[in-house]
């Protein structure tokens, strides 16, 4: 049977449960841990991509209520159809081939603490006071946020959702944390930039699924980053809720870069790449690296009478010379 086959049939089946069951048990999954077992065996990148898969499908007219054994099998399947979805029969490199699939695994098994080292080098590459400007006017017009409160804000989201077990973080507890230290417009503001309720969720998803022009689940989304880390945060009765905790962190740290991003990507990329280049500048000099930047190789081949190629730094000793040229991020990089 072919994978688009595979496909349709989890999707059918999906769509015979009520929705509601199915999630409260894939997100009470998310959230449980077997000690006996290594991380990678609860394969939450599978959970997720159920997860979203049945937001954004509708449920039969008559459906039943899903039981943790109903899910199980379910996710069983969805394990399964992994080796179609590779198709290493018709690949050239099976070790290139199996990469995308490694990938994801490895998102959900590094130390989260990385995410929020991100968080903080982000940070001190947009808002440090000798950073553009730009940054922050942009994240202002599109989230009606200050940026550096903003990243305060997230700082506080990653820690409180870092390595968290229980489903949901209470709004008894939340609120007196967060005000006054912000104001309650802040709070609100923010958090329904990163964040919304299932039904909002839902629509979203569903969004994403009509502009793809596929009606089914391609190979390519199969084995994609989660659309969940464009929405980490679920506002339930009971308080914010997360699919994952790595979701929260990687879709909270990351939420300021993907944003601006998507809202001008070709002059956020100049910017930014930029504003990267004197950070990485920065770096060597407080560790006290001895480099040449493009700017002074510039003025060098300048005063020789030299055209060429010019590296972004160039260190340099009687034994080796190292040239570093930064790549610029093109449309679709997100991580540097």
């Known amino acids: ?154 700082f506080f989201l990653d820690l409180i959702f870092k390595d968290n077990e229980k489903p949901y973080y209470s709004y008894s507890k939340l609120i007196p944390v967060l005000v006054p230290g912000f104001s309650y417009e802040f709070v609100k503001k923010a958090l329904r930039s990163i964040g919304s309720d299932l039904n909002s969720l839902q629509k979203f998803l569903m969004d994403i699924r009509h502009q793809s022009n596929t009606e089914h689940a391609s190979r390519e989304e199969y084995f994609a980053e989660p659309k969940l880390l464009l929405k980490p945060i679920i506002f339930l009765p009971e308080g914010l809720c997360t699919p994952h905790s790595y979701i929260a962190l990687i879709g909270v740290s990351e939420f300021v870069l993907r944003s601006l991003k998507m809202a001008s990507p070709e002059k956020f990329r100049k910017k930014f790449s930029f504003a990267f280049e004197r950070y990485i500048e920065s770096l060597f000099k407080d560790f006290d690296y001895p480099i040449q930047t493009e700017k002074e190789l510039s003025a060098l081949y300048k005063k020789n009478n030299i055209q060429g190629k010019i590296v972004d730094f160039l260190h340099s000793n009687q034994k080796v010379s190292i040239f570093l040229m930064l790549k610029e991020l093109n449309r679709n990089e997100t991580f540097f």
């Open 1 to 154: 049977m072919s994978f688009d086959k595979k496909v349709f049939q989890i999707r059918n089946s999906i769509q015979r449960f009520s929705k509601i069951s199915i999630i409260e048990n894939l997100i009470q999954r998310l959230h449980s841990q077997d000690k006996n077992q290594p991380q990678a065996y609860m394969r939450q990148w599978i959970v997720c991509l159920m997860l979203e898969w049945t937001l954004e499908l509708e449920s039969n007219k008559s459906t039943k209520k899903a039981t943790p054994r109903d899910v199980q099998k379910l996710l069983d399947k969805l394990w399964m159809v992994s080796s179609d979805a590779l198709d290493l029969s018709k690949s050239n490199n099976v070790w290139l081939t199996m990469r995308i699939m490694l990938l994801q695994q490895l998102r959900f098994q590094t130390n989260q603490s990385e995410n929020i080292y991100f968080l903080a080098r982000l940070y001190i590459l947009m808002c440090d006071k000798s950073s553009s400007s730009y940054f922050k006017e942009e994240f202002r017009k599109h989230t009606e946020c200050e940026l550096d409160e903003f990243f305060v804000f997230a």
